[in-house]
């Protein structure tokens, strides 16, 4: 059977940020800020727990701060000694579509920011650097399992990097599984990734019955997929049970053309040729169907017979293309973090995005407080990674033209979705320690 490149797969089927965007209705600047203020009150309860921030006032000085970086709050301070955790010279994980350093990037300057918690006020430090050593002894004994896309895949390289300065783990993969593990045996530490981008049961609507795995994933992005939005994903949920920390992240896929499913029958479909099953659906939006399958897993987890332990879920982190989108001219030039505009008001956000980061604080919520209504036992304990803010402020993180060499990445010059790596989501890894020193 011929091989179809991404490029070939995609034609006909690229569509710009901006067109995606300009179909909402509500300004999504104001958007942004209102689910800002609705991630603030979600934290009420459930919060990263008391960091002891260096020189912070004994009254209350240290709870703004945990706050503020609770709810994403704060800016990005430049730090010129700033050094990374890690480079693709000392750690070997870094895949090429994240190498910045290997592909000529020609500044390392987005090396030298570091994220400070706080709402415009004195007395929270940056944070950072990451201590591997404290990392390895909370989670001594303990395991964590990834689950998502290739931005799952880039925080769990970031993450074994930047742990690999400290002892080199074993790596090995289960193909047939779709799993893949780093193990740290002289810290009793053990990472495991599986890839997908729909959490819930999906296959290929024109493949084969079953889901296929992370080498076909330009099929998956031309789609469309059939999505059972209320079937969490059995593949990875019965091994969440033998694991720790469970770290879920999931969004863009969601709006790839995709035929939708609840109960075992069709509720809709987003961009897939069907004009009668677009007139019926219920689920009529692509945020509305990442919630439904967001709702389904968070509960799933919640109640999942034999897991006793923490599960995180990372927001949306967005994308910054200017010019177009993928495959038509977008382009991420920023040389230097952004900005808030006077009024405190954060850069503009794609709508499409803006809606999935609601969905996500939403639907979290919502398991947040079922999990607590029930009151005891040995439940789940779910906690919110809030990144949607601060990455929104990095759009010079991007590798943009500096992820791949010449030639090897099909219909992927620029990418503006991604992150270098060492980089920016690096301090994915601080806020991942500090939910575990409060778990």
């Not at 799993?179 to 493949?207: C, D, I, S």
Request: hydrophobic residues 40%; contains cysteine; glycine residues 10%.
């Amino acid at each position: 059977m011929k091989r179809l490149s991404i490029r070939g797969l995609l034609a006909g089927a690229r569509r710009t940020r901006h067109a995606v965007a300009a179909k909402a209705t509500t300004s999504v600047p104001a958007l942004v800020a209102l689910l800002f203020f609705f991630a603030a009150a979600t934290f009420s309860v459930f919060s990263l727990g008391s960091f002891r921030w260096p020189g912070a006032a004994d009254d209350g000085g240290a709870a703004a701060c945990d706050a503020a970086l609770a709810r994403g709050r704060g800016e990005w301070m430049r730090d010129a000694g700033a050094a990374p955790y890690y480079t693709n010279a000392t750690c070997g994980f870094i895949q090429n579509y994240q190498n910045c350093m290997k592909h000529g990037r020609p500044s390392m300057e987005f090396l030298r920011w570091r994220w400070r918690p706080g709402d415009g006020g004195e007395g929270c430090e940056p944070l950072g650097p990451f201590d591997a050593a404290r990392f390895f002894r909370l989670v001594r004994g303990r395991s964590m399992l990834f689950v998502g896309d290739s931005l799952a895949s880039s925080h769990v390289t970031s993450l074994v990097c930047a742990l690999s300065q400290v002892e080199a783990p074993a790596r090995s993969r289960d193909a047939a599984a779709g799993f893949e593990h780093w193990r740290f045996p002289a810290h009793g530490f053990a990472v495991a990734y599986f890839w997908t981008p729909f959490q819930v049961r999906w296959r290929l609507t024109r493949g084969p019955p079953e889901a296929v795995g992370p080498e076909r994933q330009g099929e998956v992005f031309a789609g469309p997929s059939d999505l059972h939005l209320d079937e969490p994903d059995e593949r990875w949920t019965s091994a969440a049970k033998s694991h720790d920390y469970v770290v879920l992240s999931a969004s863009h896929w969601f709006a790839r053309p995709a035929v939708y499913y609840q109960h075992g029958r069709v509720v809709g479909c987003h961009d897939c040729g069907d004009s009668n099953a677009t007139a019926t659906a219920i689920v009529k939006q692509p945020e509305h169907a990442q919630q439904a399958a967001f709702r389904a897993v968070l509960g799933a987890l919640a109640r999942l017979d034999g897991f006793n332990g923490t599960a995180i879920l990372r927001t949306v982190a967005p994308t910054h293309y200017e010019n177009g989108g993928w495959f038509d001219g977008g382009e991420c030039t920023a040389t230097r973090p952004a900005s808030e505009s006077e009024d405190g008001a954060a850069p503009e956000m794609a709508a499409t995005e803006a809606e999935f980061y609601r969905a996500q604080v939403e639907e979290f919520a919502a398991a947040a407080a079922a999990a607590a209504a029930r009151n005891g036992g040995k439940r789940a304990r779910l906690r919110l990674m809030d990144v949607t803010r601060m990455m929104l402020l990095r759009p010079d993180g991007h590798p943009d033209r500096h992820g791949h060499g010449g030639g090897e990445h099909d219909g992927f010059e620029i990418d503006c979705l991604h992150w270098c790596l060492p980089g920016a989501i690096d301090v994915w890894n601080d806020l991942l320690l500090q939910i575990i020193a409060s778990s």
